[in-house]
């Protein structure tokens, strides 16, 4: 078992910045991927980011060259630095990890956290 908490999220002015952070328990030995998800009013969730345990990262275009992923795997914590925020970066941010089941003691699934609700003012 994996638990996710997610922190950092608020209210921002467009232009701004701020930092996303999730930190891991439990079986954290067996997280392979991690990634930011969100979640806007009337639209369907949509990958932010991801990066993988070898530190390969992949965006969604709408964020490249602004947000950055990075994770502390000695800290069992994923972090999301956002920066230059729009209006249309509003939306409830979750925090995924991805569990291998390669490894006999670990089973291969899919973790949540709770959201962290990010709003950029115009």
């Known amino acids: 078992q994996v638990q996710l908490v997610e922190s950092g999220g608020g209210l921002v002015q467009a232009g701004g910045s701020l930092r996303l952070s999730c930190a891991a328990s439990?079986?954290?030995?067996?997280?392979?991927?991690m990634g930011w998800y969100r979640q806007a009013p009337a639209k369907e969730r949509e990958l932010v980011a991801a990066?993988?345990?070898?530190?390969?990262?992949n965006y969604a275009d709408s964020v490249k060259g602004r947000f950055t992923i990075s994770r502390d795997n000695a800290k069992n914590t994923l972090y999301l630095q956002m920066n230059s925020l729009k209006p249309e970066d509003t939306a409830v941010y979750y925090c995924?990890?991805?569990?291998?089941?390669?490894?006999?003691?670990?089973?291969?699934?899919?973790?949540w956290g709770q959201g962290t609700q990010v709003t950029v003012s115009s």
């Open positions: 995924n990890a991805k569990t291998t089941g390669v490894v006999a003691y670990c089973r291969g699934r899919n973790y």
């Open positions: 439990g079986d954290t030995i067996c997280i392979s991927t």
């Open positions: 990066i993988t345990s070898g530190g390969s990262t």
